[in-house]
Structures are given as structure tokens and as C-alpha cells.
């Protein structure tokens, strides 16, 4: 796998064209439709996050008034102001996650029209297709250029994202980040406003639970990276594993006549064996370092639920905070740990998304020198290349 530096260029150079070409006036502002309904959806939890609080403290109140209203219609007062009532905000927040996978998944398609439309274009222009697949068959790995079909149709659909299978591309991965950033923005105020100072071995720290959130969010981040590092690799190879496995079952269908004519079916059998055991063992290593993240992942997860409420704990017994107060405070700690915890709980995803990337782009870069060869140097099918 190459560096971190050259696979985040060669994203945004397979990112970038779509955004540049004839159709970028509709696909920027579909974008920017996505990228403003995602915003919405930011603004309405930081919304529930106040309404909790006022929920929570009228039925510590036992306000029946103030519980319905808050639960049902709308509600203002001196202490929360005007406050919308849950049914009302669950209303507006399903309309705009509807739109918001809707419009995700016409974009995706449209992305993914053009690029089929451009890479085909350029894999079968100049007779690329005939230097890739003889190069593909002399086991050249410069540029790795196996399994061009793969690539076309699957690799394009996971780097874009394919919503439908839960796959998280390009475009889903850049608004979660976004989504994330503006959260934690959105809710580092609140919390430190919320959570106030603790004593600790006689020195006061301002605003602990922000300290906390990030001290938790950090190690755990740190500690995901070294487990499930190995990942794309992984993914990386399983990919090809899979793609050469299906390549010889189809190389067996479309020599049916000849391999029947030479008695060749155990021969045929032995390769199809190894083909399919190089990808059982991958998938082997892919299921034990999944394993040891998941495990990692679900404690994380599990843990984050209760340590804000047993961090802010003291607080509360001592009446320096309402349960309103705990419940909007240990909301708003989720919140922040949840957008710090971004890497941690995307990690599974990027390590995917690398790896298909990187096929992508070595897809890519294949094509072009293939090109610029066949520009230098042109010959009839059937004559040999001499593999640079």
C-alpha cells in the first residue's frame, strides 16, 4: 500500500473531474443541497440537546403543562425560550433524512455514470484493453492491472459509495467528516458551559468534561489505528483474491468445448482450488483483525454511554446541577465524543475504501501509460509487446 500523502492525491484526482466537467453545475449543486441538509440535521441534534434538558427537568418538576407541550406542541418560558415540541422536531428531522439519502443516492448514480462512461472510454481507446490484458497475462506487477472488469463496475461503485449495500464511499465518508467537525463545533460550547470546574489534586480544571471527552476519544482513536492498521492491505488483496477467483470461472465457461476436448477438467479443478484457497486464507486474516476491531469498537461504544454520566455524577448529588441538566450535559459529552470518535468508528470503512481506491487508482494510471506506449509504439493484435 502506498503512503498516506500520495493515496489522499490520488483520491482527489478521481474525485475532482466529475466537479470539473460538463455536468458540474447540476452535480455541485446537488452537493450542496447534500451538504446543507446534512448542516440541518447537525442544528436539530444540537435543537434536542436544549429540549432534553427541558424535558427532563419538567418531569423532575412533575410541570404536567409543561410535559405535554414539550412532548407534543411548542413551549416557551423565561429559563429554556421558545422550544419546539418533539413531534414537531421529529417531523421536520425525518423530512429532511429522507431527502437527504435521497438526494445522496441520485448523486452517486449520476457520479458513477460518468466516470463508468470515462473509464470505458479510455480503457477501450488506442487498444489499451489489448496491452492491459497482455501485460495481465505475463504476471506484470508494476502497476498492478488485473481484473480491469472489476475495477470498471465494482471498485468505481465502492469508491463512490453504494448506499443500497451500506458500502461508504467517497461521498458518504467526506459528509460524515463534515457532519462530525460541525458537531463537535456545535456542542464543545455547550459542554464546557454545561460541565464547569472539578477539582483535581487541588487544582481546578474549567470545563472537565470537554477534557475528558477528548482525553477518552484520543486513546481510543489511538488504540483502533494499531488494530485494524493491517485492514487495507487486507481488503486490498481480498479484493484481487476475489476477482481472479471469479475471472477463472469464467475463463472455465468460455473454454468448455476445449478443456472437454483435452480431458482437461482435474487440471482445470487444481487451479480453481488454489484460486479459491488464496482467497479463504485472506478472508481468514480479514475475519481475526476484524474480530480483535469490533471487540475493540463495541467496548468503546458501550463504555461512552455511561462515563459522562458517571463523570458529571458528582455534580448532581451534590445539587449543583437538575436531572434536566445531567441529561443535556451527558447528551452533549455523546455528542463530542462521538465526533471525536469519528476515525474509530469509520475505521472498518476507510480501511475498505483505501483499498479500493488504490485499485482504482493503479487502474488508472495502468490506462495511461498504456496509452502513451501504444501512442509510441503501434503494432497489429496478435504481434508481442515488449513489457516496459
Known amino acids: ?56 427537568n419538567a418531569l423532575q418538576d412533575k410541570d404536567w403543562d409543561g410535559f405535554i407541550h414539550l412532548l407534543l406542541f411548542w413551549r416557551s418560558d423565561a429559563k429554556n425560550g421558545p422550544m419546539p415540541g418533539f413531534c414537531v422536531i421529529a417531523a421536520v428531522y425525518i423530512e429532511v433524512a429522507v431527502y437527504r439519502a435521497y438526494l445522496n443516492q441520485w448523486l ?18 488506442d487498444r489499451v484493453y489489448y496491452r492491459l490484458s497482455l501485460e495481465a497475462m505475463a504476471k506484470h506487477n508494476g502497476i498492478g492491472t488485473d481484473n480491469p472488469d472489476q475495477r470498471i463496475a465494482e471498485d468505481m461503485r465502492n469508491f463512490i459509495g ?17 457532519s462530525n467537525v460541525v458537531t463537535l ?17 487541588g487544582v481546578s480544571i474549567p470545563g472537565y468534561m470537554v477534557w475528558a471527552a477528548l482525553v477518552y476519544s484520543a486513546l481510543g482513536t489511538w488504540v483502533t489505528h494499531l488494530v485494524g492498521r493491517p485492514l487495507a492491505a487486507l481488503n486490498f488483496r481480498q479484493q484481487r483474491v476475489e476477482a481472479d477467483f471469479r475471472f477463472a470461472l ?30 479463504i486464507e485472506n478472508w481468514w486474516q480479514i475475519m481475526q483483525r476484524t474480530k480483535q476491531l469490533n471487540a475493540l469498537v463495541a467496548g468503546y461504544t458501550q463504555l ?32 463530542v465524543q462521538g465526533a471525536m470518535s469519528w476515525f474509530v468508528n469509520s475505521y472498518a470503512s476507510l480501511a475498505s475504501w483505501r483499498a479500493t481506491t488504490e485499485r482504482l487508482a493503479t487502474f488508472e494510471r ?23
Open 1 to 56: 500500500m502506498r503512503g498516506l500523502g500520495p493515496f489522499l492525491r490520488d483520491a482527489w484526482r478521481l474525485a475532482l473531474p466529475y466537479f470539473r466537467s460538463e455536468e458540474r453545475w447540476s452535480a455541485r449543486l446537488l452537493l450542496a443541497v447534500i451538504v446543507v441538509l446534512n448542516l440541518a440535521l447537525v442544528g436539530m441534534t444540537v435543537v434536542l440537546n436544549f429540549w432534553n434538558r427541558a424535558f427532563y
Open 108 to 125: 452517486q448514480i449520476r457520479w458513477r455514470r460518468w466516470m463508468t462512461e470515462r473509464f470505458l472510454e479510455d480503457w477501450l481507446a
Open 162 to 178: 453504494d448506499s443500497i449495500s451500506g458500502q461508504q464511499g467517497v461521498l458518504q465518508l467526506g459528509l460524515d467528516l463534515m
Open 185 to 201: 463545533f456545535s456542542f464543545l460550547g455547550i459542554l464546557w458551559g454545561l460541565s464547569g470546574p472539578m477539582e483535581v489534586l
Open 250 to 279: 469464467m475463463r472455465v465457461r468460455e473454454n468448455v468445448e476445449g478443456i472437454a476436448l483435452h480431458g482437461g477438467e482435474a487440471e482445470e479443478h487444481r487451479g480453481l482450488q488454489g484460486r479459491f484457497g488464496a482467497l
Open 304 to 335: 461512552a454511554v455511561i462515563f459522562p454520566i458517571v463523570v458529571a455524577a458528582p455534580r448532581f448529588f451534590a445539587g449543583t446541577m437538575t436531572l434536566g441538566d445531567l441529561t443535556q450535559t451527558a447528551d452533549a459529552f455523546g455528542q
Open 366 to 388: 495502468a490506462i495511461q501509460a498504456a496509452r502513451a506506449a501504444e501512442s509510441g509504439f503501434r503494432m497489429e493484435p496478435g504481434a508481442a509487446y515488449g513489457l516496459e
